[in-house]
């Protein structure tokens, strides 16, 4: 079945730099969408990306879909004390699956 | 106005006995779902229905019963809850349409004792 790698699991980063998460299906993806989970809420959709080799910014976000159409990036820059939070890609063929998250903590 | 709403937000309750958590949305989707969100974050789909129809039903115990009275709203029933469940419990709607965004609630944290 289909299954939806997510690295890393956890992203510690000092404020004003850069991080990148990562995801890799085990199947080819007819879209992929990534979503944002405050602490103590619950997940926000951010994106959806769908053409192969798709790039989407959200002002310092920016979002990558493979040319293969099985893995995706989300690239932050700059990070603000308000990007906290646990970020999932979730992948879809026949079903859309999440993958575990990327949990991210900034340190001022 | 609340687009998903579910309740109640927080369960605390003994093993074995019987709890529902309901979901209702107004945003005029046609499909619904549940998630189960586990202490590591995971995001585990439970089940969905689209217009009243189950579409998706993935390996869950027995004990776990969802009900779609309309495509407004879906409820779950969990029967002789064991210590294994305590979760946070999502229900989400979206368009049936192959890749459709999800819209979550804001959750149901059961904590089984």
């Known amino acids: 079945g289909q299954q939806v790698m997510q690295i890393p699991q956890y992203q510690h980063v000092q404020e004003g730099e850069d991080f990148t998460t990562y995801c890799n299906s085990s199947?080819?993806?007819?879209?992929i969408q990534w979503y944002k989970q405050r602490p103590g809420g619950h997940p926000v959709f951010l994106i959806q990306?769908?053409?192969?080799?798709e790039v989407k910014k959200q002002k310092r976000l920016t979002f990558q879909f493979g040319e293969a159409k099985k893995n995706s990036s989300l690239h932050i820059t700059a990070t603000q004390t308000t990007d906290v939070g646990t970020y999932f890609c979730?992948?879809?063929?026949?079903?859309?699956?999440f993958g575990a998250g990327t949990t991210v903590t900034v340190r001022a | 106005d609340t687009a998903v709403s579910q309740t109640p937000k927080y369960l605390v309750t003994q093993m074995g006995n019987d709890k529902s958590i309901k979901c209702e949305q107004n945003?005029?989707?046609?499909?619904m779902y549940w998630y189960k969100q586990d202490s590591k974050k995971f995001l585990k789909i439970m089940f969905s229905?689209?217009?009243?129809?189950?579409?998706i039903n993935e390996t869950v115990p027995n004990r776990f019963s969802p009900k779609s009275p309309d495509k407004a709203h879906l409820n779950l029933h969990i029967n002789s809850l064991e210590l294994g469940d305590s979760a946070v419990y999502f229900c989400?709607?979206?368009?049936?349409?192959?890749?459709?965004?999800?819209?979550f609630g804001s959750g149901t944290q059961l904590s089984v004792l």
């Open positions: 229905y689209n217009n009243k129809e189950l579409i």
């Open positions: 979730a992948g879809h063929d026949y079903k859309l699956s």
């Open positions: 989400a709607s979206s368009q049936y349409k192959q890749g459709g965004k999800l819209f």
């Open positions: 199947t080819t993806l007819s879209n």
């Open positions: 945003l005029g989707h046609d499909t």
């Open positions: 990306l769908v053409k192969s080799g």
